[in-house]
C-alpha cells in the first residue's frame, strides 16, 4: 500500500480556498481546481517507489492484477479527482468509445499533433465521469424538455432569444434540440454577444431560476455557451449526491466541491463557456440530442457498510465509508487495484493514517484494512 503525493492543478475556474480548506492548508490566493489521484501521464501520483504509473508500468499484473490488465490493458483505468470549481467550467460533452477511437485515428491519419489547440481527439478512449458533491455543488446535465427551455427563454423578454422560442416549439424534441444548439453556435458573434449582453441583464433583474445563468453570463460575457446552458438541467446536489455523465450528454459543473472520477481520457468536445476550440460539426456528431431527467444519484448501502454510486460503466467504481466512532474496521482487500481517499475525521488504511485529502494506492490483492472516525472514498474497477 502506497502512501500518494498528489499534485494538484491551477486552472483558472478552480477555487482558491476550497481544496485547501479540506487539507487544513493555507490558501495561496492562486486558484486550486482539480488534485489528481492516479497514473494520468499528465500528473501520476508519486509514491516511495516512484511515480505511480511508473510503479504500474514496471510490473502491470502485480499492481492491477490479471483480470483487470486482461481486461483494460496494463494502465489504470481510471482517474480520481477532487474537483473545486469557482466559477463555471466549460460546456462540453464526451464520446463514447467507437466514436473516440474512430476520431482519434481520423485526426492521426490527418497529422494534427496530439498538442494542437484544435485538436479533439488526445486518444482513444472514452471519457464517461461521475461527480459526488462534498458540498452543495451546482451544475448543469443533459437537455430540459424543448417546451421547458422555451418557456424559461422566453420568459425573459429578450426578443432576439424569439426565434429560439420558435424553433423549440415548430419541431419534435431532437430536431429541437439539434436546430437550436446549431444556431446558438453558428449565429453572427457580434449578434450573439448583444443578445448575451441581453440575456444576463434579465437574468441578473429577474433572478430565481435565472441567477445560475446571470452568474456564468458574469464570468463568460457575450460567449453563446450562456445561452447554450439554458437548455439544460440545473442541478444543485446536496452533499453526499452524485451525477453520471455519459457519452453525448452536455454537461457543465458551475460551483463546488466533489470527488470525481473517470475513465482515463482526455477526449472532451466543447460547446462553449470557454477561449479553447469549439469544432461545432464534430460536436454536433457527438451531442445526444433527447431531454432527459439529470439523474441524480444517492449511494446505495450494503450490509458491510459500503456506500456504492452505480454506474453503467466497468472502468471504475466509486464508493465510500462512513465511519462512526466504534466501528470495526473494514476488510476492502479486492482482486482489483484501488484509490482510498479521506474526505473527513482520520481514518486509518493498513498502516498509514489518512486525514482529509489524503489518499493511498492499494496494488491488487494486497490486504487493505479501513478504520478509524470519518469518511473515506473507494475508487476500483469491475471485472
Known amino acids: 500500500m502506497d502512501r500518494l503525493d498528489n499534485t494538484v492543478r491551477p486552472y483558472a475556474w478552480g477555487s482558491t480556498t476550497a481544496i485547501p480548506q479540506l487539507l487544513g492548508t493555507e490558501p495561496t490566493g492562486e486558484p486550486q481546481a482539480e488534485m489528481w489521484m492516479g497514473a ?9 517507489r516512484g511515480t505511480l504509473a511508473a510503479v504500474i508500468d514496471e510490473d502491470p499484473e502485480r499492481e492491477l492484477g490479471h483480470a483487470c490488465v486482461a481486461k483494460f490493458g496494463p494502465r489504470l483505468p481510471f482517474l480520481l479527482k477532487l474537483l473545486a470549481a469557482g466559477a463555471p467550467l466549460s460546456l462540453q460533452v464526451h464520446p463514447d468509445l467507437a466514436q473516440a477511437k474512430e476520431g482519434y485515428a481520423d485526426e492521426e491519419r490527418r497529422g494534427i499533433p496530439v498538442d494542437a489547440p484544435h485538436r479533439n481527439y488526445k486518444d482513444a478512449n472514452h471519457k464517461p465521469e461521475l461527480i459526488c458533491a462534498l458540498t452543495e ?24 432569444l424569439k426565434p429560439y422560442v420558435d424553433l423549440l416549439h415548430a419541431h419534435p424534441e431532437e430536431a429541437a434540440l439539434r436546430e437550436v444548439l446549431t ?30 445563468y446571470a452568474d456564468i453570463a458574469h464570468h463568460y460575457p457575450g460567449d453563446p455557451g450562456v445561452i447554450a446552458a439554458m ?33 482515463n481520457s482526455d477526449n472532451v468536445l466543447r460547446c462553449g463557456l470557454t477561449p479553447k476550440h469549439v469544432d461545432v460539426p464534430e ?46 474496521p473494514h476488510d476492502l482487500t479486492s482482486a482489483t487495484p484501488q484509490i482510498l481517499l479521506c474526505t473527513a475525521g482520520t481514518v486509518r488504511a493498513g498502516d498509514h493514517e489518512l486525514t482529509p485529502g489524503q489518499s ?8 487493505a484494512e479501513v478504520g478509524g472516525v470519518g469518511t473515506v472514498f473507494r475508487a476500483t474497477v469491475i471485472v
Open 231 to 263: 437548455l439544460l438541467n440545473h442541478v444543485r446536489l446536496q452533499p453526499g449526491e452524485a451525477l453520471y455523465l455519459g457519452a453525448g450528454i452536455p454537461h457543465a459543473y458551475l460551483n463546488g466541491l466533489g470527488v470525481e472520477i473517470m475513465a
Open 137 to 160: 455543488f451546482d451544475g448543469l446535465c443533459g437537455f430540459r424538455d424543448p417546451v421547458q427551455a422555451a418557456d424559461l427563454l422566453d420568459g425573459l423578454g429578450v426578443d432576439s
Open 283 to 328: 460536436l454536433l456528431r457527438i451531442v445526444r440530442f433527447e431531454a432527459a431527467d439529470p439523474g441524480v444519484l444517492r449511494p446505495e448501502a450494503s450490509p458491510d457498510g459500503e456506500e456504492v454510486y452505480e454506474t453503467p460503466i466497468d472502468e471504475f467504481r466509486l464508493s465510500r465509508y462512513v465511519l462512526p466512532e466504534g466501528t470495526a
Open 360 to 367: 493511498v494506492f492499494v496494488p491488487a490483492g494486497e490486504k
Open 183 to 212: 444556431a446558438i453556435l453558428t449565429a453572427d458573434p457580434d449578434e450573439m454577444s448583444r443578445t448575451v449582453t441581453e440575456t444576463a441583464a434579465a437574468c441578473t433583474h429577474l433572478g430565481g431560476v435565472y441567477q445560475p
Open 40 to 48: 494520468h501521464p499528465g500528473a501520476p501520483s508519486r509514491t516511495g
